[in-house]
Each structure stands twice: as C-alpha cells, then as structure tokens.
C-alpha cells in the first residue's frame, strides 16, 4: 500500500510517523513544498514550540462541531505527552503550557525527523502539489511530475506565515473537486490601527492590560494579558486571542474598536487617583505616573489629552486620565496578515470530513489533517495539538 502526504508540517510527519508505527509494510511519502519539513514548527512559542497543554478541551477551540470532542479525548495531554516522550522529547510545564526541556522548538522539529528516517518514510523536498486526480488510484500532480497513491493525506496547512494568497494554496484545487472552504482569514496576529502614528511613542511597550473588543459599538468580547506596542501594529497574547473575531468582523466590512484598560487591577480607579492626588498634591503630570505606567505610554497618554507634562495636576483634571486609562480606544484598520499570523481561521469545512476518521465524506481514500480544516483554537499550544491529535486519528484510519 501506498500514501502519499501533501505537506510536512506537524500534522504530517505526526500521521506519517503512526502509520509506520501502526504498519510499517506501508510506503509513506511526504511532499513538502519546503526545502525541509516543519518549517512553521521553528517558529512556534517564540522559538520555544509551546506543544500541548496541560488542559486539553474542546472549549479552547472556535469550531463548534461536537465530534472535535472525541478526537482530542483519542489523543489527549497524555498519550501526547507519552508519544513525545518515545521520541526524545521530556516535557516541562509552564502554568499549563507545555515545552520541550530544551525550550527549543528545533528539538520537536529534529526529533520528528529523525523518527520519520528511522522508520523509512520517504520525503520529497521542494515537491508543490498543484492538482489531485482521483480515479481508482489517486494522483498527486506537481509541476513537473506525477505520483500515485492508494491513499492521500491533505496536511498542507492554511495560509499562516506564508507570503502566498489564497490563490496559491491548494483550497482552489480543493474547491474545484467541491469541497467548501470557509474563507482563510489571519488569526493569532498583531492588528492595525488606523492611527498609526499613535504607536510612534509607545513602540516596545509591553503592559499588563484588560482589552474589550467592540464590533459595531457592542461589546463582543474581553480578554487580560500582556499587551504589546510595536511601530505599527498592537500585539501581545491580548491581541492575538482576540484577532480571529477581528479579523472575520473586518471581512465582513464591520466597524471593529478595541478599548484598553491600563490599570486593570484597580477597580475604583477615579477614587484610587483622588487618593494619589492626595499623596502627590504637588507634582507635574509627568511624576504622578511614575510608578504606576510605563513612562513612554504615560506620556503618551498625557499627549492625546492634551496635557501639560510640567504643569502640576489639578483635581478636576483627574477625571480626564481616569477615562483615557480605562478605556483608551484605537479604531483597527485590518490584522497584520498571514505573514505574521500564527495560524488561519476558515479552510476545508468539516461537514466535509467524516471527524471519525478524517476520510472526505465524498471522496474514498482521501483524508484531512491540521490546519487545512476550519479548525483553530487560542494560543496556548492548542493549535499545535490539534495537528497532532488530528494527524495521529488519520494515521490509524489509513492503517487500519
């Protein structure tokens, strides 16, 4: 028997890994358009590949398919952290977020490697699937050859970290053999605001902040967490938990607003500035952040105001601050992209796929793994499971 993969990626080199551990008389080969598998893999949990989670559940994932429920029960935190473990990788645990000892993501990235060469998997480099036919065997086209399988693994991913358009990607291919595809849109990426000139001040500011998104002046949601300034964009966990809804709200031409809340610890925050006031009766409005906000967003602050750094605060100016370090709005433009997106909302849609096996629903022998299917959850090494838990279900279904 022959199987073919269509991209090396985690959810690839995981099922390609099983299939051979499952049945190693099968012929697996991996076409990664890359010129190494696992590239994307490099560039997780900021170098340090955050790969699992201690706290594996179907309510960290924006699908609401039930069925995603049983896969990840099949390949839980356990039997993840277990297959790891078979293949060099101890874990650490960080407040629930699980690392290599290493904390090298090239260390998930070798190890997967030297696995796939023990067990004789096959892998073609720089190979870029373009067209799939199917007939009683399955060909995989690329530009300037042809390869057939018994069976196909679709694990090539969406379009995160890519500098290619939809257009590009194998989802027309697959919309052509009439699978639907949930548009591909960025998700767990910076956001543009359209006043950039705003971050000027604040650029490499990170604070501890409470973030509301509004959608058409309703509040949509809220997330807490380390917020991050950059030239042009605002990033940080913040950000990214909440960019797939900004970025599906700004597709469908929505007005998208987030409010920041800079001192989200304090409660009563106009009592607690009377009190300091108080205290600091004759400082400037320079020294009467200090130690309370970074000086560089304080200043910032103090600016779009329109107050004198060197004047010395007066009560009825309190008011002022306490409503701009509340609530402090910046109207978004559009997300930073694919290129700096994590991972993609949208892709093949599961009604699409039998979730007991990964098979098409139409197609025999062709099956679905990872980031190609309308699946994507928050940060937190969810998405990185899903791939794993999802490449190692189609794994066992193409065994048998």
């Not at 706290?55 to 356990?78: A, G, M, P, R, T």
């Not at 297959?83 to 090298?104: A, L, V």
């Not at 130690?291 to 602050?301: D, T």
Request: proline share 2%; with cysteine.
């Amino acid at each position: 028997m022959r199987v073919g993969i269509i991209g090396g990626g985690a959810a690839g080199m995981m099922a390609a890994v099983n299939i051979k551990l499952l049945n190693n008389n099968i012929d697996v080969t991996i076409h990664e358009k890359n010129q190494r598998p696992g590239k994307k893999i490099l560039a997780t949990g900021n170098g340090r590949c955050n790969y699992t989670n201690s706290d594996i559940d179907v309510k960290y994932y924006h699908s609401k398919d039930e069925n995603l429920k049983k896969i990840l029960q099949d390949f839980d935190f356990e039997k993840c952290i277990e297959f790891f473990k078979s293949i060099g990788i101890e874990p650490i645990n960080k407040n629930s977020y699980i690392y290599p000892m290493s904390e090298q993501a090239s260390s998930i990235l070798n190890a997967l490697e030297l696995k796939i060469r023990e067990l004789s998997v096959k892998v073609i480099s720089e190979s870029n699937i373009v067209d799939i036919e199917y007939s009683k065997c399955i060909k995989l086209k690329s530009k300037d050859r042809s390869y057939t399988y018994d069976s196909v693994l679709i694990s090539c991913g969406g379009l995160a970290g890519l500098e290619l358009n939809y257009n590009d990607s194998l989802y027309p291919v697959l919309k052509k053999q009439t699978y639907k595809i949930v548009k591909p849109l960025s998700a767990l990426c910076p956001v543009v605001p359209f006043e950039i000139k705003r971050l000027k001040k604040t650029e490499g500011v990170r604070v501890k902040s409470k973030v509301a998104l509004y959608i058409n002046d309703s509040l949509y949601s809220t997330e807490f967490g380390e917020l991050q300034f950059s030239k042009n964009y605002l990033s940080g966990i913040v950000i990214f938990q909440l960019s797939r809804h900004i970025s599906r709200a700004l597709d469908e031409g929505q007005k998208v607003e987030l409010g920041i809340d800079f001192l989200p610890s304090v409660h009563d925050k106009l009592d607690f500035f009377t009190k300091r006031h108080k205290i600091l009766k004759n400082y400037t409005w320079k020294d009467f952040g200090n130690g309370l906000i970074n000086n560089k967003l304080w200043e910032e602050l103090l600016s779009e105001l329109k107050l004198d750094m060197n004047a010395l605060v007066k009560v009825q100016e309190i008011k002022k601050i306490v409503s701009k370090v509340s609530d402090c709005k910046y109207l978004i433009k559009e997300s930073a992209g694919f290129l700096r997106a994590q991972v993609s909302t949208g892709g093949v849609a599961l009604s699409d796929v039998n979730l007991k096996t990964m098979e098409s629903s139409f197609q025999k022998n062709i099956y679905f793994a990872g980031e190609v299917l309308d699946v994507d959850g928050i940060c937190g090494g969810y998405n990185l499971h899903w791939a794993w838990a999802s490449g190692y279900l189609a794994a066992k279904s193409i065994s048998g």
